[in-house]
C-alpha cells in the first residue's frame, strides 16, 4: 500500500536553511507536494513537482526528487520565523476511479529568531 | 485565499448526533475531495466527487457520506456521532479529476464532538 513519511520536528535559526526529508512508496506517483499548515490553519499548497523531474526552484523553495531512493526534500533558504508551521509532503495517486493525495505525518519546523 | 469555501467553520455536537459539512469549490472546478485530519490518524482521503459523481473513496466510514450537487458544492454528512469524529475536516477541489491535478485547500470544518 501506499504510505509517506516525514520526520516529526525540525528546529533551525532564523535565516539558516530548512531541509524537510519524506519518502514515499507508490512508484506509480506522478506528483509529488508539498503543503503548509499554518496553526489553526488549512492547508497551503507550496509547491508541487512532477516525477520526471530532479529539481524545481520557486524562489527560497528548493525541492530534490530522488525517483531511486523514492525520496523527496524540501528546502528553504533563509528560513524566517514566519515560516514556522508543519509540513506536509503528499503524493498523488491516481487509481483507476478518480485522484487522491497521501499525506505525510507532517514534520512541524520551528525556527528560532 | 485558495477560493474554496467551508462552513462553517467549526461545529460541537454531541455524540449520536448527526452534521452536515458544507463544500464551495473553486469557480469552474469539478472535483471536490474530502480529507479528515485527526491527531491519531494524520490527514486522510475520504472521497471524491467529479461533476456530481463519486469517483474515488478513501477510508471513510459508513456513517459518514457526501454528495455534490449540480451547483457543484458539496455536502459531507456524519451521523451517530463518536467522540472520535473530532476532527479537522477538509474540502478540497481541482479543475477535472481523471488527471493527477493539483488540489486546493479550503480552511477546514473544526469538529469537536463531546
Known amino acids: 500500500g501506499e504510505d509517506v513519511e516525514q520526520s516529526l520536528f525540525l528546529s533551525v535559526r532564523e535565516g539558516d536553511s530548512s531541509v524537510i526529508n519524506c519518502t514515499y512508496t507508490?512508484?506509480?506517483?506522478?506528483?509529488l507536494y508539498w503543503y503548509k499548515q499554518e496553526p489553526g490553519a488549512g492547508l497551503q499548497l507550496l509547491t508541487y513537482?512532477?516525477?520526471?523531474?530532479d529539481m524545481k526552484q520557486d524562489q527560497r523553495l528548493t525541492v530534490l526528487l530522488n525517483k531511486k531512493d523514492k525520496h523527496l526534500s524540501l528546502r528553504i533558504a533563509d528560513t524566517q520565523t514566519g515560516d514556522s508551521a508543519i509540513y506536509f509532503c503528499?503524493?498523488?495517486?491516481?487509481?483507476?476511479?478518480?485522484?487522491?493525495?497521501?499525506f505525510g505525518g507532517g514534520t512541524r519546523l520551528m525556527v528560532k529568531p | 485565499d485558495s477560493g474554496v469555501t467551508q462552513t462553517p467553520k467549526h461545529l460541537i455536537t454531541a455524540t449520536g448526533q448527526r452534521v452536515t459539512l458544507r463544500c464551495s469549490p473553486r469557480?469552474?472546478?469539478?472535483?471536490v475531495y474530502w480529507y479528515q485530519q485527526s491527531l491519531d490518524q494524520g490527514l486522510q482521503f475520504l472521497i471524491h466527487?467529479?461533476?456530481?459523481?463519486?469517483?474515488a473513496k478513501g477510508n471513510i466510514l459508513e456513517r459518514f457520506s457526501a454528495q455534490q450537487f449540480p451547483d457543484l458544492h458539496s455536502e459531507l454528512n456524519l451521523s451517530s456521532l463518536e467522540l472520535g469524529d473530532s476532527a479537522l475536516y477538509f474540502c478540497?477541489?481541482?479543475?477535472?479529476?481523471?488527471?493527477?491535478?493539483?488540489?486546493?485547500f479550503g480552511p477546514g470544518t473544526r469538529l469537536l464532538v463531546l
Open positions: 507508490d512508484s506509480s506517483s506522478t506528483y
Open positions: 513537482i512532477f516525477s520526471n523531474m
Open positions: 478540497a477541489s481541482s479543475p477535472g479529476g481523471a488527471t493527477q491535478e493539483t488540489q486546493y
Open positions: 503528499a503524493e498523488s495517486i491516481l487509481d483507476n476511479a478518480g485522484n487522491m493525495l497521501t
Open positions: 466527487y467529479y461533476n456530481g459523481e463519486e469517483r
Open positions: 469557480s469552474g472546478d469539478l472535483s
